[in-house]
C-alpha cells in the first residue's frame, strides 16, 4: 500500500515532491514507532467495583470531610456515578443505553472496622448459654 502511494506521489508530483513525501511519511512511521500510536482516552470507562471497595475501605472521614464526601470522591476515581440511597452514599456504573425498566446495581462502600476491639460483639454471642432443651 505504501508502496503505491510512493509510486503515485513521484508520478504525479516529480521527483523532489516525491522526496519530501518519503521523508515525511517515514519520519511520521518512526515516530509512531518510537513513541506508539496517540493516547485516546476510552468512551466508555469501565467501573472499578474493587478499586472502588478498597478506597472506600482505606480511606477515613476527616474531620472537615465526612464520609459521603468520601465515597464520592472515591465513585469518581474508579469510573462511577454517585447514587445517594435510603443508607447513604452508593456508586453504580454508567450506562449508555439503559432500559426504562432496568435497575442498576448500587454498590454501597466498604467500611473498616474500629481498631479497639472489632470481635468484641461476636465474643459475646459466643459466650451467651445455651437455653434449656425443650421438656
Known sequence: MLLALLIIAAMTYGRFMAKTWVLGSV???AMVWTFGPSPVANAAPVFDVDGYTACTAT???TPDRDFD???TDCCVQHA???APTT???G???PTDAASADERPTIVLP???LP????DRDLQALIDMPLPDPPP
Do not use: E
Request: glycine share 8%.
Open 115 to 118: 481498631a479497639d476491639d472489632p
Open 87 to 89: 443508607y447513604g452514599m
Open 59 to 61: 480511606t477515613a472521614a
Open 110 to 112: 466498604m467500611r473498616a
Open 91 to 93: 456508586c453504580v456504573a
Open 69 to 71: 464526601t468520601v465515597v
Open 80 to 82: 462511577g456515578v454517585p
Open 27 to 29: 519520519a511520521l512511521t
